[in-house]
């Protein structure tokens, strides 16, 4: 990965060697726990700058605490989300609404879409992501599986396309596209972003042509001030809910069935008291969070003796925030039963994530109907699960074995 040259205002004394892609555990690692590998940034000053901490190889300052995290993400109007991260991938420049809008557009956004993912919405969809959980789960409990293949991934997408009125027929297509953009190389990055744009463009047009019951026919009919969307608003929404739903619910549950399989005593538990799996699921977002946070610096500022400097990248990253020792009693213990989780795993300030709501109950019910219906599991002997870090930290080839 290329790096950037360290900008001249930052002094040489606050820069440190440290990125959430290429420090040690962070690229594909058997066995890897990226998020506690990470950890180790508490140690050292409470910012710094990383000369490399983008898949493009750009540097950012790294914000360690919560507290200096939440300042950050509270104040839009020093810190914007504007980056066009997607469509930079593409040469391109237009945001994923209402993520990379600054206010006041991305509070006229945010009201526009908040109704499709409330509790009350998600209640409504409770039943057919239970009817999933269940449905997948009774067809591998027979064998051993690789659940990300045959559970998380199928489980947590087919929920989103089920939102995006899509059927399932094409699930395997949408995840290879997922994998691409969010882990892939130079090459299959921007292949797969324009992948994406062109189904998009594609849906929104069908739906234009013949409304059925579902988001995108919402969101080509919707208005804001009075106005109908522009087919950069639409696609700009899109793709922020296509690539959303795509790998973040998949991967929390995967790293939690890798540490129940690893801990089976706190996998018992659960077992014979379902009740906790609630509070337990909060514990296992703060412990393996998966997204870094980027904000882009609109003016000067001295923050907490870093000259932040107008243009620079500013990191707030949730595995780090979530492993704070001035936030957490013992950060690095997974407790199931600690009840102070007040993690950053779906950030903080105005942009906390959309579909919070629904990703918490479909990790609970996974998590529910999984201990239901398998008896005891273990990783399987002879093979590792691979974790990775980046934008978004992943797991895969987690073989689980109940035999």
């Not at 849906?203 to 009075?226: C, H, N, S």
């Not at 595995?319 to 950053?344: Q, S, V």
Request: hydrophobic share 45%.
């Amino acid at each position: 990965m290329a790096t950037n040259p360290v900008p001249d205002h930052v002094p040489p004394e606050m820069v440190r060697d440290f990125s959430l892609f290429t420090s040690p555990g962070m690229s594909p690692t058997p066995n890897g726990d990226p998020q506690a590998a990470v950890a180790c940034v508490h140690a050292g000053p409470p910012i710094f700058y990383s000369p490399c901490n983008t898949r493009d190889g750009r540097g950012t300052w790294v914000i360690t605490r919560a507290s200096d995290q939440r300042r950050v993400l509270q104040d839009a109007e020093t810190f914007s989300s504007h980056r066009s991260i997607f469509a930079s991938a593409l040469g391109e420049n237009w945001p994923m609404i209402p993520l990379e809008l600054d206010p006041p557009a991305h509070g006229v956004f945010r009201s526009l879409l908040n109704p499709l993912l409330s509790p009350k919405r998600v209640m409504a969809l409770e039943p057919a992501v239970r009817e999933r959980a269940v449905e997948l789960i009774e067809r591998i409990a027979a064998s051993g599986t690789s659940c990300m293949k045959d559970f998380a991934f199928p489980f947590a997408v087919s929920i989103f396309l089920r939102f995006l009125g899509l059927p399932d027929d094409r699930l395997d297509t949408f995840v290879g596209w997922g994998k691409d953009l969010l882990h892939g190389n130079d090459v299959k990055r921007p292949a797969a972003a324009r992948t994406i744009v062109a189904f998009i463009d594609e849906l929104a047009a069908m739906r234009r042509e013949e409304a059925v019951d579902d988001f995108m026919t919402f969101i080509v009919q919707a208005q804001v001030e009075g106005r109908r969307l522009t087919d950069t608003q639409v696609r700009g929404i899109g793709v922020l809910v296509f690539v959303a739903g795509l790998d973040t619910v998949a991967a929390a549950i995967g790293f939690d069935l890798a540490y129940l399989a690893r801990n089976l005593k706190d996998q018992q538990l659960l077992r014979s008291e379902p009740d906790r799996i609630v509070l337990a699921a909060e514990e296992l977002l703060r412990v393996y969070p998966t997204v870094q946070l980027i904000r882009v610096a609109t003016k000067d500022i001295d923050f907490e003796g870093a000259p932040i400097r107008k243009g620079d990248y500013v990191s707030c990253a949730t595995m780090i925030a979530n492993r704070d020792p001035a936030e957490f009693e013992c950060p690095d213990t997974i407790d199931l039963e600690r009840e102070d989780t007040r993690h950053a795993a779906f950030g903080y300030g105005p942009h906390r994530c959309l579909g919070s709501h629904l990703a918490r109950r479909e990790i609970v019910i996974g998590l529910e109907e999984w201990l239901a219906r398998i008896p005891a599991f273990r990783i399987k002997q002879g093979t590792a699960p691979i974790t990775s870090g980046g934008h978004v930290f992943g797991i895969e080839n987690l073989i689980l074995d109940w035999s």
